[in-house]
């Protein structure tokens, strides 16, 4: 079965870290430009980080440029966002997303991506 999934998010303190991990089966993340997406409660979905297939290429969000840092691990089959300093603004559903392709370069624009796993929840709160 083709699949993403994602894992490690929880309530964490502001300041504090947390590593989301997103695993793939049924293909392999060898050939895929993979990213991260959030969407916080009443808003758009908004792209976080990407990193493209020769993990040449990154591209992060202002918002998140200094404190967030994606990573792809192709032998594990397995990508990772490593989110430090958080901030209550930075609650929401995180989503990692695959796009088939080999390249040099990477967006994080959401109809570039074709799978998509199911979201984990990161709640930053005092």
């Known amino acids: 079965q083709v699949q993403l999934v994602e894992s490690g998010g929880g309530l964490v303190q502001p300041g504090g870290s947390l590593r989301l991990s997103c695993a793939a089966s049924g293909f392999s993340l060898r050939y895929y430009t993979i990213a991260w997406f959030r969407q916080a409660p009443g808003k758009e979905r908004e792209g976080v980080a990407c990193?493209?297939?020769?993990?040449?290429?990154?591209h992060y969000a202002d918002s998140v440029k200094g404190r967030f840092t994606i990573s792809r691990d192709n032998s594990e089959n397995t990508m990772y966002l490593q989110v430090n300093s958080l901030k209550p603004e930075d609650t929401a559903v995180y989503y990692c997303?695959?796009?088939?392709?080999?390249?040099?370069?990477?967006?994080?624009?959401?109809?570039?991506?074709?799978?998509w796993g199911q979201g984990t929840q990161v709640t930053v709160s005092s």
């Open positions: 997303a695959a796009s088939l392709g080999y390249r040099d370069f990477c967006m994080i624009e959401s109809s570039a991506y074709d799978k």
């Open positions: 990193v493209s297939t020769t993990a040449r290429g990154t």
